[in-house]
Nanobody
């Protein structure tokens, strides 16, 4: 069964940190570009960060310098380390895996940044 399962979301104060994890199963994780997207209430899902099979990373401008994406192919897991969190980072965060025309999504995890 093909699955992407996110974990690590929660409530954090502004300036705090969280690490999201996404565990994959049921497909050849190492060849996929994997990444994180987020969706604010009432808005479209947006790209946060991606990492290719070769380790190249890409970030949306608003998170550069604060978020770091990484992957562990042996564990079939992708991570998003989030630091210096802001209230505007509040969203549901989704894990994504892409290879050619195949797009896979996790169920999402809520991140809330609030004092």
């Amino acid at each position: 069964q093909v699955l992407l399962v996110e974990s690590g979301g929660g409530l954090v104060q502004p300036g705090g940190s969280l690490r999201l994890s996404c565990a994959a199963s049921g497909f050849l994780f190492s060849i996929f570009t994997v990444g994180w997207y987020r969706q604010h209430p009432g808005q479209q899902r947006e790209l946060v960060a991606t990492i290719t099979s070769g380790g190249m990373t890409n970030y949306v401008e608003s998170v550069k310098g604060r978020f770091t994406i990484s992957r562990d192919n042996a564990k079939k897991t992708v991570y998003l380390q989030m630091s210096s969190l802001k209230p505007e980072d509040t969203a549901v965060y989704y894990c994504n895996a892409q290879f050619r025309t195949t797009y896979l999504w996790g169920q999402g995890t809520q991140v809330t940044v609030s004092s």
